[in-house]
């Protein structure tokens, strides 16, 4: 898989939305920037599983407990042998498991389905390749995860996403992708679309692959507007060039001029010391963060003001989850943060790496630390229903769904009003009267 340019698609949204981002960022030292985390990790080896099983007219399945290298910069994907060893210290490696497998399958399936649907033979997809909404520009191509094309009927870009972090359908990402791919047939299909794949959306309901279709005039319109929003960040760069000195009042005009908070900030690398993050968020919250924190009582006449903070109550956390992380990367490079400190998080014994499982058990066997080979292993465990449900033939998965399955009542939660799910009705009269809109909560 190919790494990202300057303004690739993935980074649309930020392009779009705030033009001084890379500027910003290009201020980060080395070890603040081109952090990989955990969930992105896992996201690529789920890419790369998912291209595989394409490539090699496979099932996910297949590749159960398979390990998987990152390597590089970049973290390409390598599958290594069956049976292979555990890699030694300092590799960066995963096992494939059962919920890897389920989000990879959910992908596959749907994409073998399309291409029966549409007539197109699986070695004609387009598997990682790039991309470029502005094909002028050499700053903005990007890699699509898969491109069916059904000439000339449909164009189809697939946009996998692992997270839990709902993705809406309709995409700057998804666009800029579908935009590069139409460019490059000289828009010589009929219709136009985006779907999305996200097994792991935190609303159930958007679990399903989503499509959104867009015509050419739509594509055109769009790049247009994004061209537009590049040539801004164009702007912005060589305005920061002039300005020396993050305290002078020239880099909080330019701060002011090309920085704009929103949802955009979620993984951005700069998002812990943008100030028109911070600005946004001491507004909202009517806190300043220069004085010494301190408790917030609410009462229950206090309505108006816990629904103005539940409203900002996503972007605080993800602010202050990028705030953590920024400190955490610098202690680890060597620097101090007044009032914290670095410590070893709690695990649990695991096996010593650097031996197969064949290896492990016949150690152990033969130093009679076991002598029944049976009760090292724990008893298989039954797949999830979904996973039994893809082992059954397409025309009596109805059938099976009916016998076996359901879906579980969810725990109750709170969400914002356009959230798509259906609101629980409350099971008691609200009979606190509201209280008076002259009676302000001063938070600092």
């Not at 692959?209 to 164009?234: K, N």
């Not at 009916?402 to 939660?413: I, Q, R, V």
Request: charged share 30%.
């Amino acid at each position: 898989m190919s790494g990202h340019t300057k303004r690739s698609p993935s980074k649309a949204k930020r392009t779009i939305h705030c033009s001084g981002n890379l500027a910003l960022v290009g201020t980060l030292p080395d070890h603040q920037i081109n952090i990989s985390g955990e969930a992105a990790r896992i996201g690529t080896c789920v890419h790369g599983l998912i291209e595989k099983c394409l490539k090699e007219r496979k099932e996910p399945a297949e590749f159960l407990d398979r390990i998987v290298e990152l390597v590089g910069d970049e973290e390409g994907f390598t599958m290594l042998k069956p049976n292979a060893k555990t890699p030694g210290p300092g590799r960066v490696f995963y096992v494939v498991n059962s919920e890897m497998i389920e989000g990879a399958t959910v992908c596959t399936d749907y994409v073998r389905d399309r291409c029966l649907e549409l007539g197109v033979d699986e070695a004609a997809l387009q598997l990682e390749t790039r991309t470029n909404p502005l094909p002028d520009r050499d700053d903005t191509s990007g890699t699509a995860d898969v491109t069916i094309d059904a000439w000339p009927t449909v164009l189809e870009v697939l946009d996998f996403k692992n997270g839990w972090i709902v993705v809406e359908t309709k995409t700057d990402q998804g666009i800029a992708y579908l935009l590069g791919k139409a460019i490059e047939d000289d828009f010589a299909h009929e219709r136009y679309m985006v779907t999305i794949v996200q097994p792991n959306a935190s609303d159930p309901e958007l679990r399903a692959p989503r499509s959104v279709e867009y015509t050419r005039e739509e594509l055109l319109e769009w790049q247009a507007m994004y061209r537009a929003a590049v040539e801004r960040c164009d702007e912005a760069d060589a305005a920061f060039a002039k300005v020396n000195d993050a305290e002078s009042p020239a880099f909080r005009e330019w701060a002011a001029k090309y920085l704009k908070a929103g949802e955009h900030c979620t993984f951005c690398e700069a998002a812990a010391i943008c100030p028109a993050k911070t600005m946004l968020h001491q507004a909202q919250a009517k806190i300043d963060f220069a004085d010494e924190p301190r408790t917030i009582d609410f009462d229950s006449r206090r309505r108006r003001e816990i629904s103005h903070i539940m409203k900002w109550a996503p972007h605080f956390a993800s602010f202050f989850k990028a705030v953590a992380a920024y400190a955490q990367r610098e202690m680890e490079a060597g620097f101090d943060i007044d009032g914290q400190k670095l410590v070893r998080s709690k695990t649990n014994r695991v096996l010593k790496p650097g031996m197969t499982e064949a290896e492990i058990v016949a150690a152990i066997l033969k130093g009679k630390f076991v002598t029944d080979k049976g009760k090292l292993y724990a008893a298989p465990a039954l797949k999830s229903g979904p996973q039994i449900e893809k082992l059954v033939e397409p025309e009596r998965r109805k059938e099976f769904e009916a016998a076996f399955l359901h879906k579980p009542e969810g725990a109750l939660t709170i969400a914002p009003a356009d959230d798509p799910r259906p609101a629980v009705p409350r099971g008691a009269a609200d009979d606190f009267d509201d209280f008076d809109a002259e009676d302000e909560m001063d938070f600092g």
